[in-house]
């Protein structure tokens, strides 16, 4: 199997972790040896209620018996899309309200962006140095890393880069701004909370010359912070919040949710100005409909900040210089990355799954299931610090 994998499947890196996988289950990882991992990073984020939660294969089951695809988005009337859009709804300040299902995080920024040229008929996009969005062509047009965005030139026209956390650079949009956006906490760059009120003052500048200020929640959104939305910690409110990861209960999944007003210049003048033929499909709407329930309706968001918590307590070490993040979004940096990289691969020898990320070298990605529990944070991060005890 393995010489299939780097025979037949296109690889994103030289050195794949490459670990053949069996099945997974709660909060773990089992490759085919047998061998139970600990998962310390539910798919990048993205396994909000671990693996193969009940409730989450119970709504997939259910769905696979009535129908899969039947028509493009949003031409018919399908329940777990419908019934999806509306809970995500009630659980936003008005008039966030419509909501647009697409297949991922990052075309759910794509759409944001189109929206937000559409409605102000304007073309300028603002986005923070060191932000990630996505990998399409528009996403990686909003990274500032030219090592990255190089090969692939040329990217779409009229971004401009402001440094996140800077109220200085808030006088750089302009009426001639469309929109700015902003992760909730910055993600690559290693897990970096907005400061000194400053997503709100973003929202004041832009209701002041009239841009769309759209927030990229797809790391921190659905519960992950103490909050079912990042931004709820920060004072503010965007005019399109977008999502996607932690949604799908881990099937692949992005949204992005405005104003009806806003949202129904996609609609005409011209007609399908955002299409897509798998967006809302029902068998993954279904599963995200039972996540975002079981996720709403229980105690894991209250949770997640006595989970922090924990980890802070019993991921103290000198090799440990700072952990930041909110929540179960959380980076625990080392005096280098060599050292990070060091404890990544050991950890997973010794069945405990940790990652990277992607613009900060020297911080370990610890952001388990919501559904973790207090003995698995315990035991992992036992794992984390004997492993620092042996370097």
């Excluded at 994998?5 to 289950?25: D, V």
């Excluded at 099937?251 to 996609?266: K, V």
């Excluded at 409909?289 to 980890?311: F, G, P, Q, Y």
């Amino acid at each position: 199997m393995k010489t299939d994998f780097f025979k037949y499947q296109a690889q994103t890196t030289p050195h794949p972790l490459a670990m053949e996988i069996s099945h997974a289950k709660g909060s773990y990882i089992y490759d085919t040896n047998a061998k139970a991992y600990l998962d310390f990073v539910a798919g990048v984020s993205a396994c909000s209620l671990g693996h193969a939660h009940p409730k989450v294969i119970d709504a997939v089951k259910t769905q696979l018996d009535k129908y899969l695809h039947v028509m493009v988005y949003g031409e018919y009337i399908q329940a777990p899309a419908v019934e999806l859009s509306k809970l995500i709804a009630a659980h936003l300040p008005k008039p966030l309200e419509s909501t647009y299902l697409v297949n991922s995080g990052t075309e759910a920024v794509e759409g944001s962006l189109k929206l937000a040229r559409r409605y102000t008929q304007r073309s300028e996009i603002i986005a923070a140095k060191n932000a990630y969005h996505g990998n399409t062509l528009g996403s990686l047009s909003l990274m500032d890393y030219e090592e990255r965005k190089h090969p692939f030139l040329p990217l779409i026209p009229d971004i401009k880069h402001i440094e996140f956390n800077s109220e200085s650079d808030l006088i750089q949009i302009t009426e001639n701004t469309a929109a700015i956006i902003l992760e909730t906490i910055q993600g690559g760059a290693g897990f970096i909370e907005p400061t000194n009120n400053y997503l709100a003052k973003v929202q004041e500048r832009c209701n002041a010359v009239g841009a769309v200020f759209i927030l990229d929640e797809i790391q921190p959104g659905i519960g992950r912070t103490g909050k079912l939305f990042g931004f709820e910690n920060y004072n503010c409110q965007p005019d399109i919040v977008v999502t996607g990861k932690g949604l799908g209960g881990g099937l692949p999944i992005g949204a992005f949710t405005a104003s009806t007003e806003m949202m129904s210049t996609l609609s005409d003048n011209p007609k399908l100005g955002h299409i897509t033929t798998f967006g809302g499909n029902p068998v993954i709407a279904a599963a995200a409909l039972a996540t975002l329930k079981e996720i709403t309706a229980s105690n894991l968001i209250a949770e997640t900040l006595k989970k922090e918590a924990l980890i802070r307590k019993h991921l103290q070490h000198k090799h440990i210089k700072e952990i930041r993040g909110r929540g179960l979004m959380l980076a625990a940096l080392t005096e280098s990355a060599d050292l990070t990289s060091q404890v990544i691969l050991e950890a997973q020898n010794q069945g405990l799954i940790l990652f990277w990320l992607l613009f900060e070298p020297k911080a370990i990605r610890i952001t388990p299931p919501l559904t973790i529990s207090n003995d698995e944070i315990i035991e992992g991060c036992r794992i984390i610090t004997s492993i620092l005890d042996s370097i």
